[in-house]
């Protein structure tokens, strides 16, 4: 399997500007528990620790979207935090999270795609360009062109739509292309009240625009 189903697969979505009305009760602050615990593991937690973190943090997701079962951030976030235990875990044994990672964006999807700047897409774009494609598993570039531009509809200048179809291009050898999105990312708003999760992601958008650079010259 790809190495590449990956903690970064998992990270598309991190901005949470929408009106409350689109939660079910409650949820908001379910969602930023989840947010924060996954950010923690993440980008602060030993490399060889973060499959089993992020396995109870996937239960702890799944206990969510049965709460909540209506609120299509709950289940956007839930598709997140089991993409990242698959990119921990690695390996076949991999898929069957991966697969429950597209399932639970797709639900997020049927409620309401466009919640989180359209995160769902992003996601499930990812999902589908870091994926071995058939027999192994259900990666496919053409879709993963259509969603990840989908999530580009709902958040235009969203850091994580911008840096995850930068990196679709790049992994396509699309170079040029690739350079304007990732300074789009450099330069998309931070959330200031997750200063982990941004600071994480500004270092994986230096690192792939340098990566960008290096085939461009």
Do not use: C
Not at 169 to 179: C, E, G, I, V, W
């Amino acid at each position: 399997m790809k190495n590449t189903i990956p903690g970064r697969l998992a990270a598309a979505m991190l901005a949470l500007a929408l009106s409350p009305m689109l939660w079910a009760a409650d949820s908001p602050q379910t969602v930023q528990e989840l947010q924060r615990a996954w950010a923690q593991i993440k980008y602060r937690t030993p490399a060889k620790e973060q499959a089993d973190r992020f396995q109870e943090l996937a239960q702890q997701a799944r206990a969510a979207t049965r709460e909540y079962s209506d609120s299509a951030p709950v289940w956007v976030w839930s598709g997140i935090i089991r993409a990242s235990y698959a990119g921990a875990k690695g390996g076949l044994g991999a898929l069957s999270a991966v697969k429950e990672a597209k399932a639970d964006l797709e639900h997020a999807i049927a409620i309401d795609g466009s919640v989180l700047d359209g995160a769902a897409y992003t996601s499930l774009g990812s999902l589908y360009y870091q994926v071995p494609g058939w027999p192994i598993g259900f990666g496919d570039d053409k879709k993963a062109e259509t969603y990840l531009q989908k999530g580009l509809s709902f958040g235009e200048d969203d850091i994580d739509a911008n840096y995850f179809y930068a990196d679709y291009l790049f992994q396509n050898r699309d170079y040029a292309r690739a350079l304007q999105y990732i300074k789009r990312a450099e330069m998309a708003p931070r959330d200031a009240g997750r200063p982990l999760a941004s600071e994480g992601r500004l270092g994986e958008i230096k690192d792939l625009k340098a990566r960008i650079e290096g085939k461009l010259h």
